[in-house]
C-alpha cells in the first residue's frame, strides 16, 4: 500500500521554466490537496480537488494550475516558475468523511534559479 | 476555521509523557480539532482527531475541554522519535473542508 505518491522528489529550474509536478493515490480517496512548506512556515494551501471533476483555489494559488485527472491523479502545474516558488511541495489526499485525517506524500523540494 | 495557538517550543525527557497544549477559543460547534506532526521535513502525519469527547488511539490521547475552547495531545511515553513539530487544526469534517496549518509546536524530546 503505497498511499500517497509524488514525482519527482526534486527539482531544479530555471526562471520561466515550466514542469508539472504528479501525485497519485491509492486509497481510493475522495479529496486531494496541493500545499506548499517554506523554510521555517507552517504549510499553504495552493489548491484542492473535493471530489473528481472539481477543483478551487486555496490560500495561495497565484502562479499555479491544477488538474484533477481521475480519481487517483493530482497534478500540479508551474507555467512560468519563478524564484519565490522555490519551496517544498506535499500532496495529500483524504476520503470523504476524514476520518483517517489527510494522508501526506514526502514531497517534492523544489528549486528555481 | 477557527485560529488557534500553540507554543512555539517544548522539551520533553524521553520516558516522560508530554503534554502539548493549544487554544482555539472561536472554535464553533461543528469544527472537530486535529493533530499532526511533521518529522523533520517528511510529509506530515495525522496523530488523532476529535470534536467533544476526548479520544484516544495507539499513538496519542486527546483531551479537549468541556467548553471547547482549548485542548491538550498527550504522548504518553516520548520517545526520541516523537521530536518533531506538532499542529493543532481546527476544521469541520466535510467534502470541501480544507486544513490550515500555523506554525505548529516543536518538540523535542531528549535523553
Known amino acids: 500500500n503505497a498511499g500517497v505518491t509524488q514525482t519527482p522528489k526534486f527539482q531544479v529550474l530555471k526562471t520561466g521554466q515550466s514542469m508539472t509536478l504528479q501525485c497519485a493515490q491509492d486509497?481510493?480517496?475522495?479529496?486531494m490537496y496541493w500545499y506548499r512548506q517554506d523554510p521555517g512556515m507552517g504549510l499553504r494551501l495552493i489548491y484542492y480537488?473535493?471530489?473528481?471533476?472539481?477543483?478551487d483555489k486555496g490560500e495561495v494559488p497565484n502562479g499555479y494550475n491544477v488538474s484533477r485527472l481521475n480519481k487517483r491523479e493530482f497534478s500540479l502545474r508551474l507555467e512560468s516558475a519563478a524564484p519565490s516558488q522555490t519551496s517544498v511541495y506535499f500532496c495529500a489526499s483524504s476520503d470523504r468523511r476524514r476520518v483517517d485525517g489527510y494522508t501526506f506524500g514526502s514531497g517534492t523540494r523544489l528549486t528555481v534559479v | 476555521d477557527a485560529k488557534t495557538t500553540q507554543p512555539p517550543s517544548m522539551d520533553c525527557a524521553e520516558g516522560r509523557a508530554a503534554n502539548l497544549p493549544c487554544n482555539h477559543s472561536t472554535i464553533s460547534g461543528n469544527e472537530y480539532v486535529y493533530w499532526y506532526r511533521q518529522i523533520h521535513s517528511q510529509g506530515p502525519q495525522y496523530i488523532i482527531h476529535?470534536?467533544?469527547n476526548n479520544e484516544t488511539n495507539e499513538m496519542a490521547s486527546l483531551i479537549i475541554t468541556e467548553d471547547r475552547k482549548s485542548s491538550t495531545l498527550i504522548l504518553p511515553h516520548a520517545t526520541l522519535r516523537d521530536t518533531a513539530v506538532y499542529y493543532c487544526?481546527?476544521?469541520?469534517?466535510?467534502?470541501?473542508?480544507?486544513?490550515?496549518f500555523g506554525t505548529g509546536t516543536r518538540l523535542q524530546v531528549t535523553l
Open positions: 486509497m481510493n480517496h475522495n479529496s
Open positions: 480537488s473535493a471530489s473528481e471533476g472539481t477543483t
Open positions: 487544526i481546527v476544521s469541520w469534517a466535510g467534502t470541501a473542508s480544507k486544513l490550515t
Open positions: 476529535g470534536l467533544k
